[in-house]
Structures are given as structure tokens and as C-alpha cells.
């Protein structure tokens, strides 16, 4: 399955950290096959990148991704062929898949996200329903969406140790709820396949442990191909026994975003970078762009105002920050009708399916734009990467896309090793001093 080709990217040539990955292409791509033959692919995932030219950087790795419905339409085919391959690995003799999604009914945004996700099951060639974890939720409620889909929410029915809904019993349950809040009892003990596994979810994964695996996967990819690993991965810490309101733990954030801004500052030196460094705080688990903020000084976390102190304090449905993610700021120099860009990319399975910019006219290039005011513009593609009669003129153009597909399925890998190993030692990822 090709990578697609960008038909619009970045103004000016090719960088020369892309060229060095776009060059490399079947070193890459052999090096990769023999991994997934080694490690258990996740079942999908979506990966933040953020592209400063000299640098390309995944900055947020989601195992529950929610934005189905922010994909070209153009490349469902890609979609359901990477589903085929996914679900023959779970359900080799068996049709039938129980997607549980997030507990929202009112986010329709979501729920397209969910409408998309079945109808790409649905092409694969499954049944599925949606049984979701709300109370609220009795009897099987159809929901009228504005993209002109609809979705029918069923209540939960668990007997022993098997979980469906009326009058199905699938052979695997899909999640699409990043069980932030804890894993519901109903989930416990099931004698089914569960699709992220339970402890992918946000009650026990952790962001320092993800990029530890990252630093791993990183260093070996930049050997392969003899290239600096930072220019492909973000310095990290991680502090804990925080409590923001009450000012607690600010001295090791503190510590941290200064030893991580002097390394940073010495790489901008080495590779004549003009910038101010500046570094990202943000919650050690969770997702939905909360509990996030960008430090340019260490004392900048003493004087946080009590808004601020807030903001950082709890996120989705309420849940306390204690440990957070120390983690080195990269710019983004994308933009989409001068509005600030960064790209996120789709995989199912081992494949890249696709992606989107996320877009914000609000922020700043050293800001998070997975902030309320963004919006989405989906990548688009050159048609004839499809076609293998073009193959060859397709390969005469330097793929710039590629090049984020190859940093997005090392944080896919990067993954798959957290998931085999959620106790992955934590360490710096830069050096002491």
C-alpha cells in the first residue's frame, strides 16, 4: 500500500531532513516490515507531527483517535484496505465487531468521527453496533448527524463474562474511548478480544512513557539512516506530586523546563537555529488539547495566575492533574491561508491512511492548536498515487508526505513497544548536567 502524495504542502524545496528520509525510502520500508514482524501493530492510531523545517517531531501520540470524519473522503479505499488487514488479525472466522465510543451525545463533531469509523468497518465487510457505556442510554437511541449520517446508540448487555448488545454477540470489542476516567466495571474480565487493550486508556497510560519508548525506536531509525536524533524527537522529563492550584511540585517543573530550554538552546546553536527555544507543559495522561501550556523560562511556573493555575489544574471531565510532561517546544512553520498548521497523520494497522491539518487563526507557531477554535482541513493527494499504471510518474516527484508518514509510524512502533511494556523505564531524554 503506497504513501500518499501531497498535491499541496509547503511553499519552496524540499528540506534537507526530508530529502535524507524521502532518499532512504526501501532502507526505511525494509527496516519497518522487519519490526511489525517482531512487535503486535496497534489497531490504529493517529499521531500529532509538527514540521520547523529543520526539525520533524511527533508531539502527541493518540491510541483512540477521534477524527475519522477530518479524512479526504477520496482515500476511504485506503481505509477499509488497512481495516481488512487489522480485523483479519482479531476476527479471522467472524463478522461481527461491537464499537463502544466516548461518552459524548451532544459533540456531533465526535459523532461523525464514529459514523466514519462503522461505515469503514462496514465496507471491510463486519457488522457492527455501537453500545455505549452512558446510563442514560436504555434502549437503542438513533441520532440525526449534519453531515446527513446517522448513528443508533444501544445499551451495554454484559452476561458472565461476554459483552454485546441486543440480540448480537460480536467476536471483538472496539474502543474508541480513551476510558479517562477509569475502566467501567462492565469492561473488566471479558472473555472477548478488547481493541485498544484496557490498559491503552488514559486511566494507566502515561505520555513519559510513550516517548521513552520513542527515544528507543528514534535512536535506532536515526543509526539506520545517519541522522542526528533530535531532529526527529522531542527532549522530555516528566515531574510528579503536582497540584497546580495548590502550588505544589513547581520546582521540579520549574528545574526541568530550564535544564531541557539549555539543551535545546545548545542544538539551536549547532544547527545555527535564530529562535528563542521554549519548552510544552502539559498532563502526563489525557488528550482533548487540555492542560497544556507553552514556558519559555522556568520561573514563568511561579508566576502562573490563578486562570492559568486552573487551566492547568484539571482535564477532560474533570479529572486532576499530578504528573506532568515535561517536553521540548517545536515550532510549526506550516500554515494554510496564513492561519498556523500542523499535520496529523492516520494509520489503521500498519498503514498510513491519510490525515489533516489541524488549524487554528488564534495561536502562535509555539503554541498547542488542539484548542477550542481550531478546525480541520483534510490532505489532499495526488489521484494517481492510486493508480499503478502512474506508479513511475508518481515516484519521479519527491513525495513530501512521505516523509511524515515514516516519523508517524515510528511513534506507532514506538506504541507497540508501550503496549507490550507498560512499565518501560522513564528516563531523561537528554543528558544530565
Known amino acids: 500500500m503506497p504513501v500518499p502524495h501531497l498535491s499541496t504542502a509547503l511553499r519552496g524545496p524540499i528540506l534537507d531532513l526530508e530529502n535524507r528520509i524521502i532518499t532512504a525510502m526501501p532502507t526505511i520500508e525494509h527496516w519497518l516490515r522487519s519490526k511489525w514482524r517482531e512487535h503486535a501493530v496497534p489497531f490504529y492510531c493517529s499521531v500529532d507531527l509538527r514540521n520547523s523545517g529543520f526539525k520533524l517531531a511527533p508531539v502527541d501520540t493518540n491510541l483512540f483517535p477521534g477524527g475519522f470524519n477530518n479524512l479526504n473522503p477520496e482515500f476511504m479505499p485506503l481505509c477499509v484496505q488497512a481495516m481488512m488487514n487489522a480485523i483479519e488479525k482479531i476476527c479471522p472466522d467472524t463478522q461481527s465487531v461491537l464499537l463502544i ?197 522556568g520561573s514563568d511556573i511561579y508566576k502562573l495566575n490563578r486562570k492559568q493555575r486552573n487551566k492547568m489544574a484539571v482535564v477532560k471531565e474533570g479529572m486532576q492533574v499530578s504528573n506532568v510532561l515535561v517536553q521540548e517546544g517545536v515550532y510549526t512553520f506550516e500554515n494554510i491561508n496564513q492561519a498556523v498548521a500542523e499535520p496529523v497523520i492516520y494509520m489503521i494497522d500498519r498503514y498510513v491512511v491519510g490525515g489533516f491539518y489541524r488549524v487554528h487563526t488564534g495561536r502562535g507557531i509555539d503554541e498547542n492548536l488542539n484548542a477550542p477554535g481550531m478546525h480541520f482541513v483534510p490532505l489532499s493527494f495526488e489521484a494517481s498515487c492510486l493508480l499503478p499504471k502512474n506508479s513511475a510518474q508518481t515516484h519521479s516527484i519527491p513525495n513530501r508526505f512521505y516523509a511524515y508518514g515514516v516519523v508517524a509510524r515510528l511513534a506507532l512502533l514506538a506504541a507497540a513497544l508501550e503496549l507490550e511494556d507498560p512499565t518501560l523505564d522513564i528516563s531523561p531524554s537528554f543528558p544530565a548536567g
Not at 453500545?131 to 449534519?146: F, K, M, Q, R, Y
Not at 488539547?289 to 514556558?295: E, Q
Request: with cysteine; aromatic share 8%; glycine share 6%.
Open 101 to 297: 465510543p466516548e461518552n459524548h451525545t451532544r459533540n456531533t463533531f465526535y459523532l461523525q468521527n464514529i459514523a466514519t469509523l462503522q461505515n469503514i468497518m462496514q465496507q471491510a465487510g463486519l457488522n457492527v453496533r455501537i453500545g455505549s457505556l452512558l446510563p442514560d442510554i436504555t434502549a437503542a437511541t438513533t441520532i440525526d448527524l449534519p453531515d446527513g449520517q446517522t448513528i443508533t446508540l444501544e445499551p451495554l448487555i454484559r452476561k458472565n463474562d461476554q459483552l454485546g448488545v441486543k440480540n448480537f454477540e460480536p467476536c471483538a470489542i472496539i474502543l474508541n474511548n480513551d476510558l479517562s476516567t477509569g475502566i467501567p466495571d462492565i469492561l473488566q474480565n471479558l472473555n472477548q478480544t478488547i481493541i485498544p487493550p484496557l490498559h491503552a486508556g488514559w486511566a494507566t497510560r502515561r505520555k513519559s512513557i510513550h516517548f521513552s519508548a520513542y527515544d528507543r525506536v528514534a535512536e535506532e531509525f536515526s543509526n539506520l539512516i545517519g541522522i542526528d536524533p533530535w531532529l526527529i524527537n522531542p527532549r522530555f522529563t516528566s515531574c510528579g506530586e503536582i497540584n497546580f492550584r495548590e502550588k505544589q511540585g513547581e520546582d521540579c517543573v520549574a528545574s526541568a523546563v530550564n535544564r531541557i530550554l539549555a539543551v535545546i538552546q545548545r542544538k539551536y546553536q549547532e544547527y545555527d537555529v535564530k529562535e528563542d527555544p521554549f519548552v510544552i507543559v502539559k498532563a502526563d495522561s489525557g488528550t482533548y488539547g487540555m492542560g497544556i501550556m507553552t514556558v519559555k523560562d
